[in-house]
């Protein structure tokens, strides 16, 4: 698999593939749609993915490792990433 996304930090190849099933096959697209926007269609999609995917996905966009996210900035993205949830009635258990 030849992909921009791959070359992202924390993003491996069952990662991007489940992006590409959602429609996000560049690195432009997954800015433009965020990670919580991302991570979302991925579980809206049925995969079965962690709230890490979440975090791997932001430190992909911000080229560190998710385990430097702060904890502050990890309840963010949660708060984002349930905002979206309900706002798009997905059923998503976030934990």
């Not at 433009?32 to 890490?52: D, E, I, L, P």
């Not at 502050?72 to 905002?83: E, G």
Request: net charge positive; charged share 20%; hydrophobic share 45%.
């Amino acid at each position: 698999m030849s992909n921009d996304l791959l070359l992202l930090k924390n993003l491996g190849k069952t990662s991007v593939l489940w992006l590409h099933a959602v429609g996000i096959r560049t690195v432009d697209e997954l800015r433009n749609r965020g990670s919580a926007g991302a991570y979302m269609a991925v579980c809206a999609r049925g995969f079965r993915t962690s709230k890490v995917l979440l975090y791997a996905l932001e430190g992909a966009l911000l080229n560190i490792h998710w385990n430097e996210l702060t904890p502050q900035h990890k309840q963010a993205l949660l708060a984002q990433a349930r905002a979206l949830a309900q706002e798009h009635e997905i059923a998503h258990k976030l934990r």
